[in-house]
């Protein structure tokens, strides 16, 4: 009779061991999908540099370098293609800003350069009394889009992915000194 309980005993305590490594994984399994869950990436614009001036009267080109900042919270590194950010101002295009191919490592903060191009001719046709008024009160409000597209890898997974991301920023014209801004961005997981 003792050899038939310490026999059953075992089953039970191979059963225990059983569901208690059960357990241990899902509990992992849940903490990693929990921890794991993408974020939004966040940009900040840091700061507008002038590299070159054109003036062909009526028209003025500018040449600019934004210098942003940019934080990947998630828990693993992201690849993204090139892309063009769309630069509006009183709700019309103004020019553009060239974002190159790369990369960011997991829980990351970087500075990317980007060579932006404003058409001083959208400016002089359509917006001058606008401008100047904002000229002399040193406030203008200029709005920026752009989506940029990438792969996340995670041991063998590579998922695509999307960022839309929409800034309205408050600029000093004649310093190019960033006042205010406000960044929205959604990233979209591609699963398919």
Not at 4 to 24: E, F, Q, V, Y
Not at 47 to 65: Q, W
Not at 177 to 192: C, F, G, H
């Amino acid at each position: 009779m003792n050899q038939t309980m310490s026999t059953s005993r075992r089953k039970d305590t191979n059963w225990s061991w059983k569901s208690a490594l059960i357990g241990a994984a899902s509990a992992t399994a849940a903490a990693a999908i929990i921890l794991g869950k993408p974020r939004d990436p966040t940009f900040h614009l840091v700061s507008i540099t002038l590299n070159s001036f054109k003036l062909n009267l009526p028209v003025v080109d500018a040449e600019l370098i934004l210098t942003v900042h940019v934080t990947n919270p998630n828990l693993v590194p992201i690849n993204y293609s090139s892309t063009v950010m769309s630069i509006f101002y009183d709700g019309s295009l103004l020019g553009s800003a060239q974002v190159h191919a790369g990369s960011q490592p997991a829980k990351s903060c970087q500075l990317l350069r980007l060579p932006a191009r404003l058409d001083g001719l959208e400016l002089v046709s359509h917006h001058v009394t606008r401008f100047l008024s904002d000229l002399a009160r040193r406030e203008m409000v200029m709005d920026a889009t752009v989506e940029i597209s990438g792969t996340v890898r995670l041991l063998w997974w590579a998922h695509g992915f999307n960022v839309h991301v929409e800034s309205h920023v408050v600029v000093d014209p004649v310093f190019l000194d960033v006042i205010d801004q406000e960044n929205r961005s959604q990233l979209d997981l591609i699963l398919a």
